[in-house]
């Protein structure tokens, strides 16, 4: 997987490349992204790509580290203010407790190890710090959505997504939970009239709104406990 998106690299800012459906995400997520609260605050952007959420959070206050496993993705976040490393969001070379800020974005769905993942993500995060993610939902209709038709759409490239990956919404909860992370979830999806006039080639971007149900993409926020410890 991580060879496809060197592959792609060329297509990271283009907003009707191959992802642009992650330029729409990164704008959403960054809604929930409040402003720094100190001096010095740091976000760290786990599974970074080419630093698509940066112009999005540049004026909030935070130092914006990424971290991705992929080679090209930390050299073209690098290129638009993000401090970047090559790493693996499984053991990220950060120390316990840095982080003000947390970012999960279109990530856990790639990974074979959710607990995993959700310990290393909380493991970052000081106490009352923010953990802030989207994903897609381990279910039939994801699966339809989100895989069957949404990898049809014009300049998608198949085979992104792989089913068996999908995230598992009530373990995701609860494995937060284990960490000091009370995480809230919210449905979104793409406007439908903003979706149809980009496949029309009328508009670069798309808006995302929010829905009733969690059941394809979600978003989740979470703070830590400010009594937990490392």
């Not at 800020?101 to 000081?126: F, K, N, S, T, W």
């Not at 406007?191 to 149900?213: C, K, Q």
Request: charged share 20%; hydrophobic share 50%.
């Amino acid at each position: 997987m991580t060879a496809l998106y060197d592959d792609l690299a060329a297509q990271w800012w283009r907003p009707r490349g191959a992802f642009a459906a992650l330029h729409w995400l990164a704008k959403a997520r960054a809604a929930l992204i409040p402003t720094a609260r100190r001096p010095g605050a740091v976000l760290v952007d786990l599974g970074c790509g080419g630093g698509l959420l940066a112009p999005h959070i540049s004026g909030k206050g935070y130092l914006h580290v990424g971290v991705d496993l992929s080679r090209e993705g930390p050299r073209l976040a690098a290129a638009h203010g993000v401090k970047a490393v090559q790493g693996d969001v499984l053991a990220v070379p950060l120390r316990p407790g840095c982080a003000d800020v947390v970012v999960l974005g279109e990530v856990l769905e790639h990974l074979a190890d959710l607990p995993r993942a959700v310990e290393a993500a909380c493991r970052l995060l000081r106490p009352g710090g923010l953990l802030v993610l989207d994903t897609l939902a381990d279910t039939a209709l994801s699966r339809f959505l989100a895989i069957t038709v949404a990898e049809r759409l014009p300049g998608v490239p198949r085979g992104v997504h792989d089913p068996a990956l999908l995230v598992d919404r009530d373990l995701l909860v609860r494995e937060c939970a284990r960490h000091g992370v009370r995480l809230r979830l919210r449905g979104i999806r793409p406007a439908v009239l903003d979706l149809l006039a980009w496949v029309a080639g009328a508009r670069d971007a798309v808006r995302m709104v929010r829905v009733p149900t969690t059941a394809v993409l979600f978003q989740g926020t979470g703070t830590k406990e400010n009594q937990w410890r490392q």
